[in-house]
């Protein structure tokens, strides 16, 4: 298997972004499926390359990456040394960033005999299932999209009522991340982007608007992203499929970091269904 790590994304005017590919080398165009992490993810984390080898080893060519305001960087890509790159990160830049990594792979010479790109597939992760949602109705490149634990709404997750308040007076609210412990702060750019192009970054609409196939899967004792969404995503595209993983959490099982040589069971479910849908 052919596995390159860290390769820079280099824009005019944008953060440079970091990817991973992870293939089997034969020379046969294989399907390419793009993933995307979700809020305070990483390409890196737990068990993502494992997912990756996963994937290659069932005939995709896998790509992830960084979303470029994550808050890592090219030298410190895992966990969140750039914490103003945080906190200028909106939906719109996730939303460019993925367009310019399909501009990437699909422009990408060294390897267009290893991928198909009429068959390109997105799987978004949390709020990543947004983002690959609202592409997919967009990007007519995009041939099936995945949710995994996927967000339906972004408005409704903004802070609310005296918190809201508090955030436009200050300009700047935080969120801590449990495991690092880092203050992440969120600059009030992140609403009001999101309002300026609220057509574009709902859900709902881009859920409405799909003409391909896609796949719903959600843990039934998810604890961050509710049940609830997963239902939403379902009614708004009749034709989507959905699976429920019984008793999965949002990580489907996995930590960060991961030690183990193995996926856990709940993720090597999502990995079934997810490559019987690509199939």
Known sequence: MIIKKNIVIERADEKPMLAD???????????????????KGFKDWGCWDLVAKAFAENGFFFLKFNFSHNGGTIEQPIDFPDLEAFANNNYSQELKDLGDVI????????????????????????????????????????????????????????????????????GVYYVLNGRTKQEMPHYFQYF????????????????????????????????????????????????????????ANHVFGGKHPWESDELPEHLQEVISESVRFLG
Request: proline share 3%.
């Open 21 to 39: 590919f992870f293939y089997q080398e034969n020379s046969q165009p294989k399907p390419i499926v793009i993933f995307c992490h979700g809020y």
């Open 103 to 170: 501009d990437l792979i699909v422009d990408y010479t060294e390897i267009q005999n290893e991928i198909d790109t009429n068959a390109i597939s997105l799987i978004g992760h949390s709020r990543g299932g947004g983002i690959v949602t609202l592409k997919a109705a967009q990007d007519r490149r995009v041939t099936k999209v995945i949710t995994w634990a996927g967000v339906s709404d972004y408005k409704k997750r903004f802070p609310q009522g005296e918190a809201f308040e508090k955030w436009e007076k200050d």
């Open 192 to 247: 009001e982007d999101f309002i300026e192009n609220e057509e574009k970054l709902t859900i709902k609409t881009a859920s409405q608007q799909l003409k391909i196939p896609q796949l719903i899967i959600h843990g039934t004792a998810d604890e961050s992203v509710s049940t609830n969404d997963a239902a939403d995503l379902h009614w708004w595209y009749p034709l989507s499929q959905i699976k429920w993983i019984e008793g």
